[in-house]
């Protein structure tokens, strides 16, 4: 009796913990004033990151192994449609500077070189709003406002932010 349950209490944890899964990403995003630049890390899930680069091409591969070149190129293409900036109503252009792997995470570095000083920021981010319903985004921003976060979905997917 004691090892049925045993193995029905185990098998109902490995069971559960395996059909669960969070779908979070989480972008830093810094307004530095003094060098007049927004700078921008997102934290995404390499396995969900790569699939949805297989959507452009199905060989992609997120691994240091890989064409990195290539890599880098889908990444800029697909995460400057997701990830779009807006100063004063403006669109602003990103710039795509790299990546780093660690772990099962692949950061993303980006940054934009601001014109003129800005009063206003929208940010919107529909990172795996298209592969995943339950997706959430986290942003965490920093700059002459402090730090403030925000939980982006697809009901809610931007924010402004007066500076």
């Given at each position: 009796m004691r090892s049925s349950l045993l193995l029905v209490f185990c098998t109902f944890f490995l069971l559960g913990s395996t059909t669960h899964k969070y779908y979070v990403s989480?972008?830093?995003?810094?307004?530095?004033?003094e060098r007049n630049t927004i700078q921008i890390t997102l934290?995404?899930?390499t396995d969900d990151a790569e699939l949805m680069l297989q959507q452009k091409d199905p060989n992609v591969r997120l691994d240091p192994d890989f064409d990195a070149k290539k890599?880098?190129?889908l990444l800029d293409s697909e995460l400057s449609k997701a990830l779009q900036l807006f100063a004063d109503q403006s669109a602003l252009e990103l710039s795509f500077l790299g990546k780093e792997y660690?772990?099962?995470i692949v950061k993303c570095y980006l940054e934009v070189q601001l014109k003129d000083k800005i009063q206003e920021l929208e940010i919107f981010?529909?990172?795996?709003?298209?592969?995943?319903?339950?997706?959430?985004n986290i942003i965490h921003f920093k700059g002459s406002v402090g730090r403030k976060s925000f939980l982006l979905h697809?009901?809610?997917?931007?924010?402004?932010?007066?500076?």
């Open positions: 989480t972008t830093e995003i810094e307004h530095k004033i934290q995404l899930f890599v880098d190129i660690k772990n099962d981010n529909t990172v795996f709003f298209s592969l995943f319903e339950e997706q959430q697809s009901r809610r997917p931007s924010v402004k932010i007066e500076l």
